[in-house]
């Protein structure tokens, strides 16, 4: 036991931990409006095999790669290629967990303020909401603050038993939510947009958000497995639990889309709404709902516990690297790192009409996003930096670590491992470069 660093205390307790990650914001916010802009069920279709094919066998080397060295993601590269400039990739998914953090951080404060609009029974509009400046500033910070309380108890104490506790409330809410929204009137024509697919709706865009949402939801591309590995035991089989990982967070989006897309048709409602989907769609589905306003006030509880799952583990990744790397004391980075957080996140929090100029940001090209502030963060952390980091940590893990040891690495404690082991060789050097390659040079306009 290495208690220095901290380690789970029980395999089910990392997959909690780990699962709390990848499910949050990304499956119930994210997951329906990124359908609902790229045409329904083709996509779904597409992030299932993405998930399968690229993020599982992915997940399976950053886990590898976390629990041989014991490191962050900075250390763990450095371990194996003392000085290098490997290191970067690592530098870089410091920075992302930051950049993440900062919009993400926006949209559960967002979330935290609908338990009060909730219980008081006045949802009021959406779009005044997000554009108070002092209230969305205060949300923001208070989520941060929270974020930063728990992830200064540490690992076991903090993230490990709140994960626990909380998650399979989630699975029980959703489920009785799937079964009032797909008995209303006219939802039929939802649950057809969501799961009857039409493959002309795919393009090269929708297949870089695809992957894009694969990365993001699965908390992949930013060596946050590569952290949580680190505090994983030899005797854990790392196969399974990123099998149960994947699929626990699959399910999730998969029931939010359940919910959401069959209340959106039969309110006669836009799925292509963008970022606003569900905190317009949710609201209106428990106002007509008996009992409604109480049941919505404690989803929105769950979806910010949730959203703090994540959070927690966002923080998580620039706190180890400074305290690995740096020797920082771990109670007082935290605070630090989450002050600078905090001010990143400012322009993101008054990009939604409460300033002009961060609401018409864009610099990114329109064909990629939307202009205002938080889109553009989303786009550049959320998107591409975790497809490229996971392009650079693959032929890292493939190439320079090896492929061998860190088969040898996935073994350890997980000897079926053996059967599919040359078939992930091939994944790990060559499948996943290669089409993560292909999908960002698409997204540079090189195929127009
Ligand atoms: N996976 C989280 C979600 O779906 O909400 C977001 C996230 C957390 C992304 C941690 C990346 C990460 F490292």
């Given at each position: 036991?290495?208690?220095?660093r901290g380690q789970w205390s029980s395999k089910i307790g990392f997959i909690f931990a780990a699962a709390g990650s990848a499910i949050g914001l990304g499956n119930i916010w994210r997951f329906p409006y990124v359908v609902g802009e790229n045409g329904g069920a083709a996509f779904v279709l597409l992030y299932i095999f993405f998930v399968i094919v690229i993020g599982l066998p992915y997940m399976f080397a950053e886990l590898a790669l976390g629990r041989s060295s014991q490191r962050n993601p900075v250390g763990a590269i450095d371990a194996i290629k003392p000085g290098s400039t490997w290191k970067w990739a690592g530098y870089l998914g410091v920075l992302t967990g930051v950049g993440i953090l900062s919009f993400y951080g926006v949209i559960a404060g967002w979330t935290v303020g609908y338990i009060y609009k909730m219980a008081v029974g006045n949802?009021?509009?959406?779009?005044?909401?997000?554009?108070?400046?002092?209230?969305?500033?205060?949300?923001?910070?208070?989520?941060?603050?929270?974020?930063?309380?728990?992830?200064?108890?540490?690992?076991?104490?903090?993230i490990e038993?709140?994960?626990?506790?909380?998650?399979?409330?989630?699975?029980?809410?959703?489920?009785?939510?799937?079964?009032?929204?797909?008995t209303l009137e006219g939802s039929g024509k939802g649950l057809a947009f969501y799961l009857k697919p039409d493959f002309s709706k795919i393009t090269g865009k929708t297949i870089l958000a695809a992957l894009g949402q694969a990365f993001f939801s699965?908390?992949?591309?930013?060596?946050?497995?590569?952290?949580?590995?680190?505090?994983?035991?030899?005797?854990?089989?790392?196969?399974?639990?990123?099998?149960?990982?994947?699929?626990?967070?699959?399910?999730?989006?998969?029931?939010?889309g359940l919910i959401i897309f069959p209340a959106l048709f039969a309110m006669g409602e836009s799925p292509e709404a963008g970022p606003k989907l569900v905190f317009v769609i949710f609201p209106k589905l428990f106002a007509q709902m008996p009992g409604g306003l109480i049941v919505g006030a404690f989803f929105f509880i769950l979806l910010s516990v949730a959203a703090l799952t994540s959070t927690i583990s966002l923080l998580e990744v620039p706190v180890a690297f400074m305290v690995d790397e740096k020797k920082a004391n771990r109670?007082?980075?935290v605070w630090?790192?989450?002050?600078?957080?905090?001010?990143?996140?400012?322009?993101?929090?008054?990009?939604?009409?409460?300033?002009?100029?961060?609401?018409?940001?864009?610099?990114?090209?329109?064909?990629?996003?939307?202009?205002?502030?938080?889109?553009?963060?989303?786009?550049?952390?959320?998107?591409?930096?975790?497809?490229?980091?996971?392009?650079?940590?693959?032929?890292?893990?493939?190439?320079?670590?090896?492929?061998?040891?860190?088969?040898?690495?996935?073994?350890?404690?997980?000897?079926?491992?053996?059967?599919?082991?040359?078939?992930w060789i091939f994944m790990i050097r060559f499948f996943i470069p290669a089409v993560v390659f292909i999908i960002l040079l698409n997204l540079f306009g090189v195929f127009d």
């Open positions: 036991m290495q208690t220095e949802p009021g509009g959406f779009n005044e909401y997000i554009s108070d400046p002092w209230l969305i500033i205060l949300l923001f910070a208070f989520f941060i603050a929270l974020t930063a309380l728990i992830v200064h108890g540490g690992v076991e104490g903090g038993r709140w994960s626990k506790i909380l998650m399979p409330v989630l699975l029980i809410l959703l489920i009785s939510l799937i079964i009032y929204s797909n699965m908390s992949l591309g930013m060596g946050l497995m590569i952290t949580y590995g680190s505090y994983l035991s030899k005797k854990e089989n790392i196969i399974s639990g990123a099998i149960y990982i994947g699929m626990f967070d699959t399910l999730i989006a998969i029931m939010a109670k007082r980075i630090i790192v989450a002050a600078l957080t905090f001010i990143i996140g400012i322009p993101s929090a008054l990009s939604q009409g409460a300033s002009d100029f961060f609401t018409n940001f864009g610099l990114i090209p329109a064909r990629l996003t939307s202009p205002d502030f938080l889109s553009q963060m989303s786009f550049v952390f959320g998107d591409f930096s975790l497809a490229f980091g996971a392009f650079i940590l693959s032929i890292f893990i493939g190439w320079v670590w090896g492929a061998n040891k860190a088969s040898d690495e996935i073994q350890t404690g997980a000897p079926g491992f053996s059967k599919i082991r040359p078939l």
